[in-house]
């Protein structure tokens, strides 16, 4: 079993900021990529940014200059600065991991940790 677990959300005014953790932790074998998604009432859940165990990085332009990923290889963690939140920002936050064993490649969601962006 593979557990993912998010932390870190909340109520943050306009402007404010917001950090988010992921943990995971279980049968993990070879994690080569982690990342962050959002879901907000209504819509389709998208991608916020992603990162690989290389530090490739990729934002969404919604995001972009206002977001920062980093993870720790070594404890299988992912984080989320979140500075300069918007109200559009408010949604569900995901953990997502894709790990490899066997030449199978697996994904793994948390459950989601709830950000609102609200005065």
């Known amino acids: 079993q593979v557990q993912v677990v998010e932390s870190g959300g909340g109520l943050v005014q306009p402007g404010g900021s917001l950090r988010l953790s992921c943990a995971a932790s279980g049968s993990i074998f070879s994690i080569y990529n982690m990342g962050w998604f959002r879901q907000a009432p209504g819509k389709q859940r998208e991608s916020v940014a992603t990162?690989?165990?290389?530090?490739?990085?990729n934002y969404s332009d919604a995001v972009k200059g206002r977001f920062t990923i980093s993870r720790d290889n070594a404890k299988n963690m992912v984080y989320l600065q979140m500075d300069g939140l918007k109200p559009e920002d408010t949604a569900v936050y995901y953990c997502?991991?894709?790990?490899?064993?066997?030449?199978?490649?697996?994904?793994?969601w948390g459950q989601g940790t709830q950000v609102t962006v609200s005065s």
């Open positions: 997502r991991v894709l790990d490899t064993v066997g030449g199978i490649r697996r994904m793994y």
């Open positions: 990162i690989t165990t290389g530090g490739n990085i």
